[in-house]
């Protein structure tokens, strides 16, 4: 029989996401929040991490009555090795990501792709410096082909280290050596993390643990790394900007295209091929007033970071904006696409349509788009999407609000440039105690919590306490919805932030990217340590992942953790089956890497946690409150 999924009132704090999910119930169409309550209660082996099926003598399941597996691996050994794939998973989602933008790189240095070009040549020089790479007297595409041929050698195993190393303070570096944690390819530790989970190997937690850290190491500094860094030399380095944010941005009377999922290389094209004069005096011909591109999630964040584009919603919005009846296509790349839009769009005159090969959704009307037709293809699916107005049922459409205004672009370059061109200014205003520290938020929507209650309100805390808050993914479009995006939610703020963020005309919570663009964060705390000559871990700063939900998700706060930053998680990972696993997170870790997870589903108690911290590490470094 079929369990009663929540009253809506307790599944968003949205209003557009509230008036959608009873949309989708009049209408008779599933939503996650269905699918939830069918599997829930979740299975208790699982949620503890103590079941494995890492080979066909089990799948095994440890309890007090069978604390061993068939092959004698007990409970830690399971956990830390389960824990470890499921890092190696999300290492691999971004790392990946990273190396098509290094094929795009290498596309446009091959003159294969003219639909691609080296946007900001500076950064790809100053990239090139900072990584060992001559520069002075150099033609560009001798440059970059250096800059590609290392970062392609960054995934390989002939590296002692990852390029972006020169970027992490010398203490730091100096205990990932001690430890046994210096991320070498990106490949290669996630290749090593798969070896060492094999039946047989690797069967002492701590030691597996150790290496999982590596490997998110390998994705923050590496990977992720490359992938903002590319993104920006190729599609532009953000600057700050206006645009808005929720349902409100899907236009009644005009050709909707969203894109879904993480890469720019599909998004952007989508776009150029939207502002076509052709396909737009087309759509017109239909009827329509123009074509509209809004962004949902990660590819939303990166079309909204750099060109203003505006942001329909984060993960548990992506259903919910096919039920606004008004959009022509959904136009996905890969990553965080809940395979149920192919049914949801289905219901619906809107056209599903994935780009990847490593994503197809069975279904799904498919294009491969590559560097050599990129903008062909997007051509072609923009015009899919023109032909579809005509098919929209306008009896069915509901577009539940007015968008908000948001303000976003805030690379480390353009937060440079507002402070006048260097770091000093922010270090002084952290001195001076106006900003007290500083906190990621970033991650997710998860079903099994009250979508972006808990993003909103330790955003909220933190910024009265004067503590900056830098958002990135899905919690970018909670934070603007909440009115936090703009200058004028200083009136939010202590009196510090209030002060600083006013005379720069900036909000207390700047939208610092799309998940990939944590590395943004974890450069700028390098920054920071570099120019005070301390470790990371000595800074007044701490991350948080409130609603996570995903395998890339506990890569960022692994490597937050073993970057030295304090990090909060909203619920635990399925870690709780092994103690040993479990303290060496929570506790353990703070004495080998100098910090920890901590896991509060309580916004407030979560703020004051992070208040303490920020009060200690001030201390340390000899700053008064
Ligand atoms: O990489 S925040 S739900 S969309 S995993 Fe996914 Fe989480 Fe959103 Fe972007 Ni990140
Ligand atoms: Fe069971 Fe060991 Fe095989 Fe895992 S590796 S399924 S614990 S026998």
């Given at each position: 029989m079929a369990k009663e999924p929540k009253p809506i009132e307790e599944l968003s704090i949205w209003d557009d996401a509230k008036a959608m999910i009873a949309k989708a119930r009049a209408e008779g169409i599933e939503t996650v929040h269905e699918r939830l309550a069918q599997q829930t209660p979740h299975c208790k082996f699982c949620e503890l991490g103590t079941t494995c099926r890492n080979c066909t003598m089990g799948p095994c399941r440890i309890s007090a009555k069978m604390p061993r597996g068939v092959c004698g691996a007990d409970a830690d050994v399971i956990v830390a090795r389960n824990f470890g794939r499921f890092i190696a998973g999300g290492s691999a989602g971004h790392s990946d990501h990273g190396r098509d933008l290094i094929e795009v790189l290498e596309a446009i240095i091959e003159g294969e792709t003219k639909d691609y070009k080296i946007t900001d040549e500076a950064k790809l020089k100053a990239l090139a410096a900072e990584t060992g790479i001559e520069v002075e007297g150099r033609e560009l595409k001798d440059v970059a082909t250096d800059v590609m041929e290392n970062f392609f050698a960054d995934f390989g195993s002939r590296k002692k280290e990852i390029s972006f190393l020169s970027r992490v303070p010398q203490k730091r570096k100096d205990i990932w050596a001690k430890l046994g944690m210096t991320p070498r390819g990106v490949d290669r530790e996630i290749a090593e993390m798969m070896h060492r989970t094999h039946m047989g190997c690797d069967n002492d937690a701590p030691n597996t643990m150790i290496h999982a850290a590596r490997t998110s190491l390998s994705d923050g500094w590496g990977g992720s790394m490359i992938g903002t860094e590319l993104s920006d030399v190729i599609f532009g380095t953000p600057t700050p900007k206006m645009s808005t944010a929720n349902l409100g941005v899907i236009k009644e009377d005009k050709v909707n295209i969203l894109v879904h999922g993480h890469n720019p290389v599909v998004s952007e094209m989508i776009l150029a091929a939207a502002r076509d004069p052709e396909l737009v005096e087309k759509a017109e011909k239909l009827g329509a007033k123009g074509i509209n591109v809004a962004g949902l999630c990660c590819t939303g964040n990166e079309l909204l970071m750099r060109q203003g584009i505006p942001m329909a919603g984060n993960h548990l919005m992506t259903e919910l904006a096919i039920i606004t009846g008004a959009v022509e296509a959904v136009v996905v790349d890969y990553q965080?696409?809940?395979?149920s839009l192919v049914q949801i769009a289905g219901c619906y005159h809107t056209k599903f349509i994935d780009t990847a090969n490593k994503a197809r959704f069975s279904g799904a009307i498919h294009f491969d788009i590559e560097p050599h037709n990129a903008l062909q293809q997007a051509k072609e699916i923009v015009n899919l999407a023109i032909e579809g107005f005509a098919e929209r049922d306008a009896g069915r459409v509901d577009i539940p609000c007015e968008p908000v205004e948001i303000m976003t672009g805030f690379s480390n370059e353009a937060v440079i440039a507002a402070l006048g061109g260097s770091l000093d200014p922010l270090v002084q205003a952290i001195a001076a105690g106006d900003i007290r520290g500083a906190v990621g938020i970033v991650g997710c929507n998860n079903p099994k919590i009250k979508q972006d209650s808990m993003n909103v309100e330790l955003a909220k805390e933190l910024i009265k306490k004067d503590i900056l808050v830098l958002v990135t993914g899905c919690v970018t479009t909670a934070a603007g919805k909440a009115g936090l995006l703009v200058p004028d939610a200083i009136e939010m703020a202590g009196p510090g932030l209030k002060k600083v963020c006013g005379a720069l005309g900036i909000p207390p919570v700047l939208h610092y990217g799309s998940c990939v663009d944590n590395a943004r964060i974890l450069q700028l705390c390098a920054a920071l340590a570099n120019a005070l000559n301390v470790d990371i871990s000595d800074l007044p700063v701490g991350a948080s992942s409130p609603e996570w939900y995903s395998e890339k998700a506990a890569a960022i706060g692994l490597y937050a953790v073993a970057s030295g930053i304090y990090t909060h998680l909203g619920h635990p990972p399925n870690?709780?089956?092994?103690e040993v696993v479990t303290d060496l997170a929570t506790s353990g870790l703070e004495d080998l890497v100098g910090a920890t997870f901590f896991i509060e589903p309580d916004m407030v108690k979560t703020a004051e946690m992070f208040d303490e911290r920020i009060k200690a590490k001030r201390k340390g470094l000899g700053l008064s409150e």
């Open positions: 965080c696409i809940m395979p870690i709780l089956g092994s």
